[in-house]
């Protein structure tokens, strides 16, 4: 890809701020800034003209440009993952325990960045952005992205700041497939990737469960073809396909240690259908919650990109994809991770290493499923200051949200590391049925 010679660098309006951490002012950002390219040639032959990608960063680049640290965030996240007024508020920025002075990407040692993803609805160029022929959004008119195309938009980014290499990149779910994708497009300029709770292609299971939410705005009346007015739109449906996701990203362990079967203390629209179950509440309110931050278009978009990922059908096999690698890899698993169970990531680490290339498979037993990489701050810290020979800090990190949950009496004891170095790697008991 060619990158264009001139791009507008604008500082980050500021009633674009999401993150409200009394719901009383606005939590002051760290760097928040956007780029506006000229334009990007995507995979599926159009050219995206022009193109604003939306980013952060933390911490300051070395007279060598060598210590950046590039983290990839998750489907509906955004580019708020370390928040300097309130460091130790995990609410606050995503991967806020593991970024900052002292921590495992340390801002007094690494320049850290995070952008906002192509097609995403917090500032990059989405669907919901003003198309340039009319000033309306570009709704459908948006052109179908891949994580390929995601990944180019962020390697231009970083080309209009000067960055050239990668000292590491990061990230968990679809951010973790981007950091897979960024090893294995750009071998020459990533050091190091770290990949949690993704692998080389979404199972089929993901697949399914992705198509029946998209099915659910699509049959919301209120999406209207993708012709809905700004902060209208499919609410229902989308807030009915999160409830759907929010399953996908934990796990039955997890939901029995937190809800189990304990009733709702408020009482039920529908009284003839008898109790309400807290389970039940918990996740009528995170759909709506969800529905009136993110953009129903949007989430067509990203989650198709994310289903659509298949390290073959870019690379090839296998042996001749994971070739290409010049990164060292960590690939983590999640032992109650059902979305990208741990058997396949540990599948990607091994297949990297038959390449000849180099991995590192951990895993984190965690009863959170999918979402423990959000969560399980302890184990992530011990995890990745390992693979980045780190030494411990003694700065407490934030405790897992509502605590650890009793162990599951299937529950895999908790792994340490593993170095895919031969073709006979050792196994791990940890998938669960």
Request: one cysteine or more.
């Amino acid at each position: 890809m060619s990158i264009p010679e001139k791009a507008t660098v604008q500082q980050w309006p500021s009633e674009c701020q999401t993150y409200d951490r009394a719901a009383s002012s606005p939590v002051p950002w760290s760097e928040k800034r956007s780029v506006t390219l000229p334009q990007i040639r995507l995979d599926c032959g159009d050219t995206l003209a022009p193109v604003t990608l939306a980013y952060e960063t933390w911490g300051a680049l070395s007279p060598a440009r060598d210590n950046v640290v590039l983290l990839c965030h998750a489907l509906t996240g955004d580019a708020h993952a370390c928040d300097i007024a309130y460091p130790d508020d995990p609410r606050a920025g995503w991967w806020n325990a593991l970024v900052g002075p002292g921590r495992v990407f340390d801002t007094n040692q690494y320049f850290v960045v995070c952008s906002n993803v192509l097609g995403g609805c917090y500032g990059s160029t989405g669907p919901t952005s003003p198309h340039p022929s009319d000033g309306t959004p570009y709704q459908l008119r948006f052109p179908h992205v891949t994580i390929a195309d995601m990944v180019r938009a962020q390697r231009a980014l970083l080309t209009q700041l000067g960055i050239h290499r990668l000292a590491v990149v990061a990230g968990g779910s679809l951010g973790g497939i981007q950091a897979l994708e960024w090893a294995l497009r750009y071998p020459d300029v990533v050091q190091r990737a770290i990949i949690i709770a993704s692998a080389a292609r979404l199972p089929a299971q993901g697949l399914a469960i992705d198509t029946i939410a998209r099915q659910m705005i699509l049959s919301d009346p209120a999406w209207q073809g993708g012709a809905y007015a700004p902060n209208a739109g499919p609410k229902l449906g989308l807030a009915h396909a999160r409830m759907l996701a929010m399953l996908t990203y934990t796990s039955a362990m997890g939901l029995e240690a937190h809800f189990g079967r304990a009733p709702a203390s408020r009482e039920s629209a529908w009284p003839r259908f008898g109790l309400r179950y807290n389970v039940e509440t918990y996740l009528l309110h995170q759909g709506d919650k969800f529905a009136h931050r993110f953009d129903a278009n949007s989430y067509l978009y990203l989650t198709s990109a994310m289903d659509q990922y298949d390290v073959t059908r870019s690379y090839g096999p296998d042996a001749v994809a994971y070739a290409r690698l010049r990164a060292n890899v960590l690939a983590i698993g999640i032992s109650s991770d059902w979305l990208y169970p741990p058997s396949h990531v540990r599948a990607l680490a091994a297949a990297i290493t038959m390449a000849g290339g180099r991995a590192t498979y951990a895993e984190i037993t965690s009863p959170h499923g999918h979402d423990a990489f959000l969560k399980e701050w302890t184990q992530l810290d011990e995890h990745l200051r390992q693979f980045l020979n780190i030494p411990t800090s003694d700065a407490p990190l934030p405790p897992t949200p509502n605590g650890r949950a009793p162990p599951y009496k299937d529950a895999s004891p908790p792994t340490t590391s593993t170095t895919f170095n031969t073709p006979n790697t050792q196994e791990h008991n940890c998938d669960k049925p």
